[in-house]
T-cell receptor
Framework: GNSVTQMEGPVTLSEEAFLTINCTYT??????LFWYVQYPGEGLQLLLK?????DKGSNKGFEATYRKETTSFHLEKGSVQVSDSAVYFCASLHGEGGADGLTFGKGTHLIIQP | DTGVSQDPRHKITKRGQNVTFRCDPI?????LYWYRQTLGQGPEFLTY????????KSRLLSDRFSAERPKGSFSTLEIQRTEQGDSAMYLC????????????FGDGTRLSIL
């Protein structure tokens, strides 16, 4: 079946550090790829998405590029802030018309220290 | 845009009881999804509706679980004869009827089985 693997946390960084959270997916067809974020006490929010190979999704200073050759969608940010502390989920959407639902990774807890 | 609304936010019940959750999607969204999330894991897909039709069900959805979307608007998820293992966060998401579009999540209903 479909699966998404992302690096385990917690990931602890200092403010203004460079962030990478790795994500790989199983390649059945050509899924859409997403990063969702869950801030403390809040629901899942869409952070960014990419729908085809070589697409780059970006939002709030975060970026991720859909790499078909490595089946990856790594999340990056050049300079993190304390407010970026949250749990980040990588997800893929397969199936005709999205009927299979999103497949999520286990989530990566990011902690940014001042 | 009022977002996806779920009710109740929390439900505590004794093992063996039946529970029902409600989800109100974003008004123009005709796709609706249910997911379950346990601690330390990403959400897992349960079922999917397009308008009032339930088009997909995960093998996670045992025969104790039933979901409806009678008029293609709100949806209900019922769990009969609850078990300890049903304790989780139940998430609802909705999306537009576009190919592989992003899903917008509600804040979830947290179910605790005593």
């Amino acid at each position: 079946g479909n699966s998404v693997t992302q690096m385990e946390g917690p990931v602890t960084l200092s403010e203004e550090a460079f962030l990478t959270i790795n994500c790989t997916y199983t390649a059945t067809g050509y899924p859409s790829l997403f990063w969702y974020v869950q801030y403390p006490g809040e629901g899942l929010q869409l952070l960014l998405k990419a729908t085809k190979a070589d697409d780059k999704g970006s939002n709030k200073g975060f970026e991720a590029t859909y790499r078909k050759e490595t089946t990856s969608f790594h999340l990056e940010k050049g300079s993190v802030q304390v407010s970026d502390s949250a749990v980040y989920f990588c997800a893929s959407l397969h199936g005709e018309g999205g009927a299979d639902g999103l497949t999520f990774g286990k989530g990566t807890h990011l902690i940014i220290q001042p | 845009d009022t977002g996806v609304s779920q009710d109740p936010r929390h439900k505590i019940t004794k093992r063996g009881q039946n529970v029902t959750f409600r989800c109100d999607p974003i008004s123009e969204h005709n796709r609706l999804y249910w997911y379950r999330q346990t601690l330390g894991q990403g959400p897992e897909f349960l079922t999917y509706f397009q308008n009032e039709a339930q088009l997909e069900k995960s093998r996670l959805l045992s025969d104790r679980f039933s979901a409806e979307r009678p008029k293609g608007s709100f949806s209900t998820l019922e769990i009969q004869r609850t078990e300890q293992g049903d304790s989780a966060m139940y998430l609802c998401a909705s999306s537009l009827d576009t190919l592989l579009g992003p899903q917008h999540f509600g804040d979830g209903t947290r179910l605790s089985i005593l």
